[in-house]
């Protein structure tokens, strides 16, 4: 496995040829069939009121706010129903950190959905911080959360919430959100209970490359011991209407999200996933990518609020999708949440 320091050379070489190179014959070793996956979902943010103030955050509402809402099951039924019509499979569901929603709220709300709408829909919700919100709001353990929550109805649980796992960066950019051992526990304990989770990163908020190696660090270390997490997805800070966009005044240009990406690829060897996004780089660089150590392209995005509200205007069908993963060499398979392609086409 390739060690911390030759990680950190490469992020500082310009080589970015010969790293995305070495990055594509590690995809190529764990994904020998030139099968580059997508996913067919729908992120449902179910309310914005939110406690938090995170400074890279455009979607958030506070309490009271005039712009605040929180969706009823039925406005939640209707957008699954629609996912469902289009052929998607799951459901991505976030939301800002309520500080009167109880457990019981979110029990009621995945019972209700696997009442409706059973193996249909894949509930993939609730990112670290909004677990961890759930457990004190509810005055209960992380485990019982957590499994309360699985009985429920939950079936994995998404990275969200990990930005850059390092207490100095997050003190700087999310000063009330959880903290990087947060992030850890929940996944730990969501493996523990036999739960898949994704990692991701948010990268590009002004952080070093050193703070950067502490998260793949951190990534690393949780797979070797549980393997539980299905893929990592690395994103870029988007500054467009937000507070951190003051401060963090360059965005990362497509090089070092290339970079970043090959480098998740040889770095995270054990992870089998890694995604190259579209909807921060846009669909050029995302192609690319898939030379870059991706095998995977993510959801169609039916709807996304929370990047979107702060500067990333990027869409795309299915069969663009598709065609930017063929005209890249490879095959385009849908998958589902838990990166599984062989029951679909
Ligand atoms: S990123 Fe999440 S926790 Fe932070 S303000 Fe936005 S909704 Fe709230």
Redesign the pocket.
């Known amino acids: 496995m390739m060690t911390r320091q030759e990680a950190i050379d490469l992020f500082r070489s310009d080589d970015l040829i010969g790293i995305g190179m070495a990055a594509d014959g590690v995809r190529r070793k764990l994904h020998p069939h030139g099968i580059v996956s997508y996913i067919i979902d729908r992120n449902i943010n179910y309310t914005?009121f939110?406690?938090?103030?995170?400074s890279?955050?455009a979607?958030?509402r506070p309490m009271g706010h005039a712009e605040g809402y929180i969706h009823s099951k039925e406005v939640i039924f209707d957008k699954i129903q629609e996912t469902i019509d289009l052929g998607g499979t799951g459901i991505l569901m976030q939301?800002?950190?309520h500080p009167e929603l109880k457990i019981e709220w979110y029990e009621d709300l995945l019972r209700s959905i696997k009442e409706r709408f059973g193996d249909k829909i894949w509930n993939h919700c609730f990112?670290a911080?909004e677990i961890v919100n759930i457990a004190e709001v509810s005055g209960l353990t992380l485990r019982d959360t957590i499994e309360r929550l699985r009985d429920a109805g939950l079936q994995s649980i998404p990275g969200g919430?990990a930005e850059i796992l390092d207490n100095d960066v997050r003190r700087r950019i999310?000063r009330l959100?959880s903290s990087t051992q947060d992030w850890i526990d929940v996944h730990r304990t969501a493996h523990a209970l036999g739960m898949r989770t994704t990692a991701t990163m948010m990268f590009g908020c002004g952080e070093t490359v050193e703070q950067r190696m502490n998260h793949f660090d951190i990534v690393r270390r949780i797979q070797e011991e549980t393997g539980g997490f299905t893929a990592f997805i690395p994103w870029s800070f988007q500054r467009e209407n937000t507070s951190l966009g003051r401060f963090v005044k360059e965005e990362a240009t497509g090089v070092e999200y290339l970079k970043t990406l090959a480098i998740s690829r040889l770095y995270l060897e054990n992870i089998l996933n890694i995604q190259s996004s579209w909807v921060t780089p846009g669909l050029k660089t995302c192609q690319v990518g898939l030379r870059f150590g991706g095998n995977d392209v993510g959801s169609i995005m039916i709807e996304e609020n929370?990047v979107s509200a702060a500067g990333a205007h990027h869409q795309a069908t299915e069969e663009e999708l598709r065609r930017l993963i063929r005209d890249a060499g490879f095959i385009p398979k849908q998958r589902d949440t838990l990166y599984r392609t062989y029951f679909l086409n």
């Open positions: 914005n939110c406690t938090e103030f995170c890279f955050c979607f958030y939301g800002g950190l990112s911080p919430g999310s959100k929370v």
